[in-house]
């Protein structure tokens, strides 16, 4: 089973500062998915960015980016311009290929950002 | 568009008792997802449904679990009886066909039992 490890359990970044979430996954098919998600305390899971494993180009979404490292099996988040309503819980999910036995998204435990004035 | 929606919001059980959690996907998407979210921890899997089908049910604790999705639109999920272990938050996601653009999920329904 592919396993999701973020292992910062709580970051904090001062108001306009960047910062970085990390993330590995072990996985060994070659094509992939791989998100990161963020959850507010409404709990509501809001999808920040994605990216294919097949495309070597770093995915982008206005403030937030990834570097996506294949062959270390790396996946971190960088959020630039911290803001305020950033503070949240982030979660890095893997999700596999098509197969028959589903896509369901497996998700790392999280990392509790924290964003101070 | 409307969301996933998801009720109820809170459920307070004793153990032993049986308790569902209703789910109704975004217009459109073929697959749901239900996942339990223990405190401290992400979500993991408990099944998914391609329409009115089962794809993976591989981690549903079948003795005491289970879930529906009959005219594969909206989805219940019941526990009987219900452990102590199982208080979490239970997230419904849809997505289109295989989600290869991505997941909705809805706010999800916390459950304590006591």
């Known amino acids: 089973a592919q396993t999701v490890t973020q292992s910062q359990p709580e970051m904090s970044v001062q108001e306009a500062e960047t910062v970085t979430l990390s993330c590995t996954y072990d996985?060994?098919?070659?094509?992939?998915?791989l998100f990161w998600y963020k959850q507010p305390p409404s709990r509501q899971m809001i999808l920040v960015i994605r990216?294919?494993?097949?495309?070597?180009q770093n995915a982008t979404e206005n403030r937030f980016s990834v570097n996506f490292q294949k062959a270390a099996k790396s996946f971190s988040l960088k959020i630039s311009d911290s803001q305020l309503g950033d503070a949240a819980m982030y979660f890095c999910?893997?999700?596999?290929?098509?197969?028959?036995?589903?896509?369901?998204?497996?998700f790392g435990k999280g990392t509790s950002l924290l964003v101070t004035p | 568009e409307a969301g996933v929606a998801q009720s109820p919001r809170y459920k307070i059980i004793e153990k032993r008792q049986s308790v569902a959690f209703w789910c109704n996907p975004i217009?459109?998407?073929?697959?749901l997802y239900w996942y339990q979210q223990i405190l401290g921890q992400g979500p993991k899997l408990l099944i998914q449904?391609?329409?009115?089908?089962?794809?993976?049910d591989s981690q549903l604790p079948k003795d005491r679990f289970s879930a529906e999705r009959l005219k594969g639109v909206d989805s219940t999920l019941k526990i009987q009886p219900a452990k102590l272990e199982d208080s979490a938050v239970y997230l419904c996601?849809?997505?289109?066909?295989?989600?290869?653009?991505?997941?909705?999920f809805g706010s999800g329904t916390r459950l304590t039992v006591v």
């Open positions: 996601a849809s997505s289109l066909d295989t989600g290869f653009y991505g997941y909705t």
């Open positions: 996985t060994s098919e070659s094509d992939y998915y």
């Open positions: 990216q294919e494993a097949y495309k070597q």
């Open positions: 999910a893997y999700r596999r290929p098509n197969s028959n036995s589903g896509y369901a998204l497996n």
């Open positions: 217009s459109g998407h073929a697959t």
């Open positions: 449904f391609q329409n009115n089908g089962v794809v993976d």
